[in-house]
Structures are given as C-alpha cells and as structure tokens.
C-alpha cells in the first residue's frame, strides 16, 4: 500500500531526506486475536516537489542555433520579402522549436523561446521522473537488518534510530510527528 504525505516548510526536503530508508515496527497487532507480537516494515522514499512556475532547465545563449527564415502562408506580400519566421535548436539536445505566427521576427523569437523552454522543462520533468522512480525502486530491501530506525511498542516501548543510536522512551510522540531530534542528530552525524 502507498501513502503519500506532504511536508512543506524552510529546509523541509533537507531534513525530509533523513527518513528515507526502510522502518521497523514491533507492535501486539490488534487484528491479532492470540495477541501475539508482529513486526512490520515501511519504507519511505522522500522526492522534492518542485512548484509550477519552476524552470528547471536554464539556457545558454551559446547553447543555441537560431535560424530565420521567410514565412509561408497568406500574410500578403510582407510575409514573402522578409525573413520573420524563427526555428531555434537547442544543441546539446537536440529539441526545436519554431514560429512564424507574427509578423515581427522578435515575436517570433519570443515564442519560440517559450516553445523550447516548455519543451526542455518537460524533458527534464521526464528525466527526474525515471531517476525517482530509480530510487524509489532500489528502496525494496525491506527486511531484517535493513532497517534504519525500530519502533518497538512492546514488550518495552522505545524508538532507536540504527545510524545514530539516538534513542527516545516515547514512541508515541515519534509516531505523532516528533521526529526533530532524530533529523538533526542525523544530519549532524552526517556532517562528521
């Protein structure tokens, strides 16, 4: 079963990151009806949500080739003596765009600099999608000894992060959202 949770705030996908890996939960089930001690397993994956208005891909003027070229189609003489129509390549990539839609060629580039910037951000778009979902898969070791934090509710209550030791008597609290003190002991044994 996948849950998805959204956590918003300053630094959030930098504290966020110390929570990926697999967890351990040591629990009396309650669908159990010999009351018998079960152990589950969760793995977290954490992936950045980039806003809409984000580029992610930014162009170098020396990146492109911009072509001009005479226009087609009815627009009356104008369109057949000058050159407005524009195709921009981006070279490394090999994406075009072009547009002959106004009759001014700054219009023209301006549009198609939309075009391929759109066209860019979508190729980037595809290729952190295949990268997540790279991660995402290489998260499927979920078993005992993988685990990077236990939740243990009985027969003693505690939750003990394995890369850290850090240790907290509360597993309550840690299951309700408390988890600051196990992200900057983390990130501050991440730092040594």
């Given amino acids: 079963m996948l849950q998805e949770s959204r956590v918003d705030g300053e630094y959030a996908f930098g504290y966020a990151k110390s929570e990926v890996g697999a967890h ?7 669908f159990d009806s010999n009351k018998r001690r079960h152990t589950s397993f969760a793995s977290v994956a954490v992936i950045p949500i980039l806003g809409d208005g984000f580029s992610h891909v930014h162009i170098n003027e020396s990146d492109l080739r911009i072509e001009r ?19 921009i390549t981006h070279i490394p990539t090999g994406v075009t765009a072009s547009c002959q839609n106004e009759r001014s060629q700054h219009q023209n580039k301006a549009s198609a600099m939309c075009v391929l910037q759109s066209r860019l951000d979508q190729l980037e778009s595809e290729r952190r999608a295949v990268a997540n979902a790279e ?3 290489s998260l499927t070791d979920i078993n005992f000894g993988s685990q990077i934090r236990s939740y243990v509710l009985h027969p003693y209550r505690m939750v003990k992060d394995h890369r850290t030791d850090h240790e907290v008597s509360d597993p309550d609290s840690v299951l ?5 003190g196990f992200m900057l002991s983390f990130l501050s044994a991440s730092l040594d």
Avoid: K
Wanted: hydrophobic fraction near 30%; glycine fraction near 14%.
């Fill in 69 to 87: 070229f005479r226009s087609g189609g009815a627009g009356g003489q104008h369109a057949n003596t000058t050159e407005s129509a524009v195709r």
């Fill in 135 to 137: 991660h995402t898969q």
């Fill in 176 to 180: 309700q959202g408390a988890l600051d």
């Fill in 24 to 30: 351990r939960l040591v629990r009396i089930s309650p």
